[in-house]
């Protein structure tokens, strides 16, 4: 049952994106132009640093641990989920 929802949700979160790419569109009016600007500048210098640092290492052991046993039946249902009806901006360039 979550799997269905999560499948449902993430299908609405896709179709909300999707529409958000269609539903605007963006038309320049208007040309626009950087500003003029003079700069003059000098070399600089960066700090300097010594760093220390640990060691870490990676190992790995086998250990046995009390796991728990689930048995899952999946049954068929039908669900309601959600839909989305997309109308692009007209195209009246």
């Known amino acids: 049952m979550k799997t269905s929802?999560?499948?449902a949700g993430i299908a609405a979160v896709a179709l909300i994106?999707?529409?958000g790419f269609y539903m605007v569109?963006?038309?320049?009016?208007?040309?626009?132009a950087l500003p003029d600007?003079?700069?003059s500048a000098e070399g600089g210098n960066l700090p300097e640093?010594?760093?220390e640092v640990g060691d870490v290492d990676l190992t790995s052991e086998e250990v046995t641990?009390?796991?728990?046993?689930?048995?899952?039946?999946?049954?068929e249902s039908t669900v309601?989920?959600?839909g989305i009806d997309v109308t692009p901006p007209s195209d009246d360039s």
């Not at 569109?25 to 626009?32: A, I, K, N, P, V």
């Not at 641990?65 to 049954?75: A, F, I, L």
């Open 25 to 32: 569109e963006f038309e320049q009016t208007e040309e626009g």
């Open 17 to 19: 994106a999707a529409a």
């Open 49 to 51: 640093y010594d760093a």
């Open 5 to 7: 929802a999560t499948i």
């Open 65 to 75: 641990v009390e796991t728990p046993d689930v048995d899952v039946t999946m049954e």
């Open 80 to 82: 309601t989920v959600p």
């Open 37 to 39: 600007v003079n700069i």
